[in-house]
C-alpha cells in the first residue's frame, strides 16, 4: 500500500519548478572583454555617427566660406563706390578750376578798360611820361615771369597726377595766390599812374603792347583748357580698364553656372539684336517692294525670287492701305499672286482661282505646303480577326515603328517607318489589318452602323469602309457593296476574303438606278466620285487637269447619286440614315450638293457626332445655303493631319418625293 494523498490540506506555496533562477555569476575579467567587443549593428550605428559629424563639420565649413565671400564681396563694393568718388571729385576739382581760370580773364579785360578811360582823362599831365613807360614795362615783365610760372607748373602737375591729386590742387592754390599779388602790385601802379600821365601820342604805343599781352594770355588759358579736357579723356578710360579687371574679378569669384548664366545672358542679347535688325531689314524690304515690270515677269529663272515675291504680296495685301502703290489697284496685287503661285506650286489658274476664293492668304500658303507633303501611312486593325493591341505588338516585333493615331478612333495605327513593306506582311496577308487613310474611317463612324442592320455602300471599291462597316456589325445582317467598275470590284472581293468578311453581296450596278432594284435599307453610305482637291499629294495631276467642265459634271453626277441614295433608304425603319462623303474640298460638290437633297426630298441634317474637323459653309461668296449646313465637318490636311475630306449625315422623314412647285415655294420662302 502507499502513501495516503491528502487532499483536504491547502496546497501553498512555490512548486519545484516555479522557483526563480538567480542570475548568473562570472568572474570579473570576463564581463568586461566582453562588453569592449561591438556587434555588426553596434558598429554600423557608430559608422552613421561619424560620417553625420563629418558632414556637420563640413556644411560649417561651407557655410564660413560663403560668410567670407559675402563680406569679401562687400569690401570690394565698398572699395569700387570709393574710387568712383575720388573720380567724381577730381573731375569736380578741375572744373572749379577752368572756371576760376575764365574769371581772371574777365578781370584782366576789365583791367584793361580802366587803363583806357584813366589815359583819356589824364592826357593833359605830360611832365610825367617816362615814369608811366616804364611802369608799363614793368608789368609786362612780370605779365611774361608769371606765364612761365604757370606753364611750369602745369607741366609738372599733368605728370604728377596719377601719383599724387592732392599735390596739383595746392599748386593751383599757389597759382591763385601770385595771381592775387599781381592784381595787388596793379592796383598800386595804378595809383601811381593817376599822378604820372602821358602824352597822347606815346600812350597809344603802350596800349597796343597791352592788347598783344592780352591775347598772349588767352592763347595760354585755352591751351591749359584742351590739356584738361586730354586729361579728362585719358582719365575715362582708365574708369573703364578698372571696371574690367574688376569684373573679370568677379568672374573668377563665380561659381562655373553662374559664368555659364552669364555666357547664356550675353548670347541671348546677342540674338535678339539680331533678330531685331533683322526685323528692321524685313521691314525696309518690305516697304521697298515694288510691282515688277512685264519683262521681269517673263524673265523669272529663281523660285526664290517667286517665294520672296508672294510673301510680299501677301504683306501688301494685309495692310492694303498703308504699302500699296498709289496707281495700283487690289485686283493687280491679286493677279500677280495668282500667276506666282501657280508658276511656284504649278496649279492651273482655274483651280488657283478656287482655292483662293476659299481661303484667306495666310491660311491659303499652309493649305498648299501641306498638299505637297504626302500624309502618314495608316492602317485599320480588323476586328473580326484580332485586337489593335495584339496587331501592334506583332508589327514592333517585325520592326515597324507606329503609334495609335488618336483618341477619336480605336482601331487605327499610324506607321512611321518599316523594315518590312506594309502590304506583303505575314498579318497583312493573314487578315489583320487593312491599309487606309485616315480620313476614310470618318464616313464610317458618322453612319455608326448597328449589328441585324441592312446596309448599302453604293461606290464601294476598293472594299476599305465596306470592310469597316462588316467588322462593326460583326458579320451580321447584310451587306451591298456596290461599284460601276467591274474590274475594281476585283480587289473588294479579294480583300474580303482575306478579311474574313461574310455577310456581304456585292454587285454592280449604276448607282442612279439602284432604286429601281433594290430599296428598303436602314443605312447608306455614298462615298461619291469627285474631283480630288483634297488628295492633291496622292495625285498631283489634279494640279493641272481639272477644269471647271470637270466640277460641272461631278457636281451633276453627285446630285444624282445622293438623291439614289436618299431613295434606297426606307423612311420607317428605325435608323433611316445616309451619309455623304467626297475626298474634295470644292463647296460646289459639298455644301451644294447637300442643300439641293435638301430642297428635293423630306430629309434634314444630323450632327455627324465628330470629335473634331471644321464646320461646313453657311455661306460661299454671294451664295447662301440652309443654315443646318453647319452641322456638317470639313477636314484639312493643313489643319488635321489628314486628306481633305468632307462628311454629311442627313437623316430620311418620308419615302414621299417633293414636287417641283413645293421646291419652288421653298426657294421663294
Given at each position: ?328 489697284s487690289r485686283s493687280e496685287y491679286t493677279e500677280l499672286l495668282r500667276m506666282d503661285l501657280c508658276t511656284y506650286y504649278s496649279y492651273n489658274n482655274f483651280l488657283m482661282e478656287k482655292l483662293m476664293q476659299m481661303f484667306p492668304l495666310d491660311e491659303l500658303l499652309e493649305f498648299l505646303e501641306a498638299s505637297e507633303v504626302q500624309r502618314p501611312m495608316t492602317i485599320r486593325a480588323n476586328t473580326l480577326k484580332t485586337r489593335r493591341r495584339d496587331l501592334a505588338e506583332a508589327l514592333i516585333n517585325r520592326g515597324v515603328n507606329l503609334d495609335p493615331i488618336g483618341k477619336w478612333t480605336k482601331i487605327g495605327l499610324v506607321v512611321y517607318s518599316s523594315q518590312v513593306p506594309m502590304g506583303a506582311t505575314p498579318e497583312y496577308l493573314a487578315g489583320h489589318y487593312m491599309i487606309q487613310g485616315a480620313s476614310s474611317f470618318l464616313p464610317v463612324m458618322a453612319l455608326d452602323p448597328k449589328e441585324n442592320e441592312r446596309i448599302l455602300d453604293m461606290c464601294a471599291a476598293p472594299g476599305g469602309k465596306a470592310s469597316h462597316i462588316a467588322a462593326i456589325i460583326k458579320n451580321t445582317g447584310t451587306l451591298f457593296a456596290n461599284d460601276l467598275n467591274k474590274e475594281r470590284l476585283k480587289a473588294v472581293v479579294g480583300n474580303f476574303h482575306r478579311l474574313g468578311i461574310v455577310n456581304c453581296v456585292i454587285c454592280s450596278y449604276d448607282g442612279r ?157
Open positions: 500500500m502507499g502513501r495516503k494523498g491528502k487532499f483536504d490540506k491547502d496546497l501553498s506555496g512555490r512548486g519545484r519548478k516555479a522557483k526563480k533562477q538567480s542570475d548568473p555569476t562570472f568572474p570579473k575579467g570576463i564581463l568586461g572583454k566582453e562588453s569592449n567587443i561591438l556587434s555588426h549593428r553596434q558598429k554600423q550605428r557608430a559608422r552613421k555617427r561619424l560620417l553625420k559629424n563629418q558632414q556637420l563639420k563640413e556644411n560649417a565649413k561651407k557655410l564660413l566660406k560663403k560668410k567670407t565671400t559675402v563680406e569679401e564681396q562687400q569690401v570690394q563694393s565698398k572699395n569700387r563706390k570709393d574710387i568712383l568718388k575720388q573720380q567724381k571729385e577730381k573731375k569736380e576739382k578741375k572744373v572749379k578750376f577752368v572756371n576760376e581760370k575764365r574769371d581772371e580773364m574777365v578781370i584782366q579785360s576789365d583791367l584793361s578798360s580802366k587803363l583806357k578811360t584813366k589815359l583819356k582823362q589824364n592826357k593833359k599831365t605830360k611832365g610825367k611820361q617816362k615814369d608811366i613807360i616804364k611802369n608799363v614795362s614793368k608789368l609786362s615783365k612780370k605779365a611774361k615771369q608769371n606765364k612761365k610760372s604757370k606753364s611750369m607748373k602745369t607741366k609738372t602737375s599733368i605728370k604728377n597726377e596719377s601719383d599724387d591729386d592732392n599735390m596739383l590742387f595746392n599748386d593751383d592754390d599757389d597759382i591763385e595766390e601770385d595771381e592775387d599779388e599781381q592784381m595787388d602790385d596793379e592796383n598800386t601802379s595804378e595809383d601811381e599812374d593817376d599822378n604820372q600821365l602821358v602824352s597822347a601820342a606815346k600812350l597809344k604805343k603802350n596800349m597796343k603792347k597791352t592788347k598783344k599781352f592780352m591775347e598772349d594770355n588767352i592763347e595760354s588759358d585755352s591751351e591749359e583748357m584742351v590739356s584738361s579736357d586730354e586729361e579728362e579723356s585719358t582719365e575715362d578710360e582708365q574708369m573703364r580698364e578698372d571696371g574690367k579687371e574688376n569684373d573679370k574679378s568677379d568672374d573668377d569669384d563665380l561659381l562655373p553656372i553662374e559664368k555659364a548664366n552669364e555666357k547664356l545672358k550675353k548670347k541671348k542679347e546677342k540674338e535678339q539684336k539680331l533678330a531685331e535688325e533683322e526685323v528692321e531689314d524685313m521691314m525696309t524690304y518690305q516697304s521697298v517692294f515694288s510691282f515688277p515690270n512685264d519683262e521681269e515677269l517673263t524673265n523669272v529663272t529663281n523660285l526664290k525670287d517667286i517665294q520672296q515675291r508672294i510673301r510680299d504680296v501677301i504683306m501688301v495685301l494685309s495692310d492694303f492701305k498703308k504699302l500699296r502703290e498709289k496707281n495700283r438606278k439602284f432604286p429601281t432594284i433594290i430599296k428598303g435599307f436602314d443605312r447608306v453610305l455614298l462615298d461619291a466620285p469627285c474631283t480630288g482637291t483634297g488628295v492633291v499629294a496622292k495625285d498631283p495631276s489634279v494640279k493641272a487637269n481639272k477644269a471647271e467642265v470637270d466640277i460641272q459634271r461631278c457636281c451633276t453626277l453627285q446630285r444624282e447619286l445622293l438623291l439614289a441614295a436618299i431613295d434606297c433608304v426606307n423612311a420607317r425603319s428605325e435608323s433611316a440614315i445616309i451619309v455623304y462623303s467626297t475626298c474634295s474640298i470644292l463647296p460646289e460638290e459639298n455644301e451644294w450638293i447637300i442643300d439641293y437633297a435638301l430642297k428635293k426630298r423630306d430629309v434634314k441634317l444630323l450632327p455627324t457626332d465628330l470629335e473634331f474637323g471644321t464646320d461646313g459653309f453657311t455661306s460661299y461668296r454671294q451664295y447662301r445655303f440652309h443654315p443646318s449646313l453647319k452641322l456638317t465637318k470639313r477636314f484639312y490636311p493643313h489643319v488635321h493631319n489628314m486628306d481633305g475630306f468632307f462628311v454629311a449625315k442627313l437623316k430620311k422623314f418620308s419615302n414621299n418625293i417633293l414636287n417641283q412647285k413645293n421646291v419652288k415655294e421653298e426657294m421663294s420662302d
